[in-house]
């Protein structure tokens, strides 16, 4: 993996408000923000509010809120969007136009966004404290790789699993698609598109979500592969986010098993054909007989018994113990993966 700025982001000086671009050069042409928070929102009030008070309590500035509603005029979530607008210019709620569901309500809003740097958020997911500082000093340091992801402090029912760290891995967009086919680091790190942080220049291209075959609930993920193929990716694995595992409806939750395998299957066969190099990788049916093995221990008492004895019987096929312990060494560390431990000011190179 190829690093070539890291060593300057710890010096690069930090600005709460940055100065402003604007577009064009006439006279009165709108500011444009360093960054645009993208939230799609439908039906959650209480979560929607939560989200947008901790974009309000950033200690960056140069923000805009885009607030995309798939309920509209007149919805649960109307009021609440009126006040912030009322509140704090720099919010802007929007009507989504494009057709109802998740994957036309983020587009929606990212399409909207006027920023240099493009942040979903989903309503019931929120912004750490000096998230958006980190993302800005990241974002300088890598000015044009297509796309930057955190890892995320996880909200769970019994309470809240807190992830910190300073290392930072860059990696091409082919070495994050084989990453993502390995369900490598991208997979310890839980991405998500509430830790993304996306050059507006890949969703002018057109690099937006979408669908394809089966895939439904698994849409997040191709929309990771799709930014993959638009150039390179930047990680921390620093919490940035707070996402919410509470038992809550969420279109990610609601997937049977036999459709989440039968979506896997779909995405690591695309992956495949976008893989330029696939020497040493396990074809993507034994991946998705060693990722059955791997969500094994969840899936127990909540599938059919022969279907668990059927997914614990894979790790006898050599195959799959194969691809099972090349996953395994993609979550320990990437290969050839150059790393800095962001300490006392200072970057060193590891």
């Known amino acids: 993996m190829s690093v070539s700025a890291a060593a300057s982001m710890n010096e690069v000086p930090f600005n709460g408000s940055l100065q402003a671009d604007r577009y064009g050069s006439r ?3 709108e500011l444009r923000p360093f960054i645009s928070i993208a939230l799609p929102t439908f039906r959650r009030p209480d979560t929607l509010r939560r989200a947008v008070e901790s ?3 950033q200690d960056f500035a140069n923000w805009e809120l885009v607030i995309s509603d798939d309920e509209g005029l ?11 607008a009322r509140r704090e210019p720099r919010i802007r709620p929007i009507e989504n136009r494009r057709g109802r569901g998740q994957v036309e309500n983020t587009n929606n809003a990212m399409l909207a966004c006027r920023g240099q740097w493009i942040k979903p958020l989903h309503d019931d997911d929120w912004l750490a404290p000096g998230a958006l500082r980190t993302f800005v000093r990241l974002a300088t340091a890598y000015p044009a790789v297509a796309f930057m ?5 996880l909200v769970q029912d019994e309470g809240i699993r807190y992830r910190r760290g300073t290392q930072i891995f860059h990696y091409s967009g082919q070495e994050c698609l084989a990453d993502l086919y390995l369900a490598g680091k991208t997979r310890i ?3 998500v598109p509430s830790t993304l942080l996306v050059n507006s220049k890949v969703v002018k291209a057109g690099c937006l979500m979408r669908n394809y075959r089966s895939i439904s609930w698994g849409v997040d ?7 993959a193929c638009h150039g390179d990716m930047v990680a921390i694995d620093d919490g940035l986010i707070f996402y919410d595992m509470t038992d809550h409806a969420s279109i990610t939750a609601t997937g049977s098993f036999a459709q989440i ?5 779909d995405l690591k066969h695309l992956i495949w054909s976008l893989l330029q190099d696939k020497r040493g990788l396990p074809d993507p049916e034994t991946m998705v007989r060693a990722l059955r093995v791997a969500r094994l221990r969840g899936r127990i008492g909540r599938q059919p018994i022969s279907a668990t004895i059927r997914d614990a019987f894979q790790i006898l096929r050599p195959s799959v113990l194969r691809a099972a312990n090349k996953a395994r060494r993609a979550w320990a560390r990437a290969p050839a993966a150059t790393t800095f431990v962001l300490s006392c000011g200072n970057a060193m190179m590891i």
């Open 189 to 191: 790190l839980g991405i």
């Open 149 to 153: 992801t955190s890892t995320s402090h």
């Open 27 to 29: 006279p009165g042409s």
């Open 74 to 84: 007149g919805g649960e979530s109307s009021h609440v969007l009126s006040k912030y």
């Open 55 to 57: 974009v309000l309590q």
């Open 221 to 227: 993920q191709l929309f990771f592969i799709d930014l």
């Open 261 to 265: 395998d039968q979506e896997t299957i």
